[in-house]
């Protein structure tokens, strides 16, 4: 299974706008950091999880080929902004997104068109499925668990996906949905920064999390630049966990 990291920022992005830090001032492509995407492939099962703004951008240098899913984790902006730029896909059928019964609400609100009855031409043609958290479900040869973790009092969802894991925006979780996370090969979850946030984990509790869950290979996401530049930030991490960066490509086969 290979995994793409299309994006590994928090909801600005970094650089973020208007700021002169020396994180948003650095020339390493590793602290350039789109909204958190990532891509994960095997080579017949294609899944995206999340689909933020830089959507566009981020799948562009990508092999043109069917998306077989989409994994959402929440409604907010940074997670789903990009589900119009879906509409290409369409070549290949009806995309599928993966979605909380809140999140397909908040969707169909925010984009009435891509779910009536009568399409007009051109609009993605997408199909939306409500999961639970803990009731699996496959796509393609890929069985897809969803958890709950809290976004500081908004439930979201993270997928664990066979042997690997994607988490994000998450602050705390429940002692029972550890149960769903245990034998796991490779984490990917977030770490916002290093001061305490009200709805965001910081990179020492991400790091924490991981122990807990004895994952060998952990990287975190969802990054601002409120952190050292990248290299520094690397340099301090404990071992077998790392920073995640835009393009960075993992085979799990391979770790």
């Not at 077989?68 to 907010?76: G, I, K, P, T, Y």
């Not at 803990?134 to 439930?155: D, Y």
């Not at 090969?185 to 946030?197: F, I």
């Amino acid at each position: 299974m290979k995994i793409t990291f299309l994006g590994t920022g928090t909801s600005t992005g970094v650089p973020q706008i208007g700021c002169s830090c020396k994180v948003c001032r650095s020339t390493d492509v590793r602290d350039k950091r789109l909204r958190t995407s990532l891509l994960v492939e095997t080579e017949r099962t294609r899944i995206l999880l999340d689909c933020g703004p830089d959507f566009r951008q981020q799948i562009l240098p990508c092999a043109f080929r069917r998306m077989d899913a989409v994994l959402l984790s929440h409604e907010h902006y940074d997670h789903v902004g990009g589900i119009d730029d879906l509409r290409p896909f369409g070549a290949f059928g009806d995309v599928h997104l993966y979605a909380a019964e809140r999140t397909g609400e908040q969707l169909r609100q925010s984009l009435p068109y891509c779910f009536v009855e009568h399409k007009y031409p051109g609009v993605p043609q997408l199909q939306l499925h409500a999961v639970r958290p803990h009731e699996m479900f496959r796509v393609g040869e890929l069985h897809i668990t969803p958890i709950e973790v809290m976004h500081a009092r908004l439930p979201i969802l993270g997928f664990r996906i066979d042997n690997m894991a994607y988490i994000t925006d998450m602050k705390t979780i429940a002692d029972g949905e550890i149960d769903y996370l245990q034998g796991l090969d490779l984490l990917v979850v977030n770490g916002l920064r290093h001061e305490p946030h009200y709805s965001h984990q910081t990179i020492e509790e991400a790091c924490a999390f991981a122990r807990r869950l004895n994952v060998p290979y952990t990287y975190l996401v969802h990054m601002g630049h409120h952190i050292d530049v990248h290299a520094a930030e690397e340099a301090s991490l404990p071992e077998g966990i790392h920073l995640g960066y835009d393009g960075l490509v993992v085979d799990t086969d391979r770790i």
